[in-house]
């Protein structure tokens, strides 16, 4: 299967699609995060086909409080993996501009991983692309995602069935 746009929202460094990148490639990252923006960029900041969007994805355009949590940073008031499974409550929190996905969706999207710790749905409800393969954290330990319901859904009617689980993502191929 080929994918010549491929999208990663959330990455702390080194995109978990990375082996379907190439230098034909069109690659959007999504990361709001500093410290994984960091490594994103030193992945990725000299490859003129890799888009680095320095976003949080959230049901509108505005500031969210984020909080700094390693690979399980999240927007406040989330119901994050690490909360669910860990009880830890970051008090390093910091101010991050927020988009709506839509905006960046011209429709072409191939493939997309999405693991922004609970604000999965945001970006899947605002998907203008139907990708070939979508993957979605959805099951941690205790965590579901707070949106299972609602992605399934989505999936269902969108022709979407999943293929395999790997840790807490679970992949998903359209059949249309």
Known sequence: MEFNHIVEVGCDGKA???HFITPESRVQIFECNPNHLFECKRHYGN???VQIHPFAMWKENTRVNFMLEGATSH???LQAPCVVNDGIYSTNVIEVEARTFDQFDDG???I???DIEGAEWYVIERLKSRPKVIV???AWGNYI????TEIQKWMKDNFYYKFQEE???HFYRRLA
Do not use: K
């Open 16 to 18: 978990s699609l990375h």
């Open 47 to 49: 490859s003129p086909n």
């Open 75 to 77: 927007i406040e008031g």
């Open 108 to 110: 072409t999207i191939d």
């Open 112 to 114: 997309m991983d999405i």
């Open 136 to 138: 979605v954290e959805m």
């Open 145 to 148: 995602n707070p949106h299972f």
């Open 167 to 169: 840790s807490a993502a």
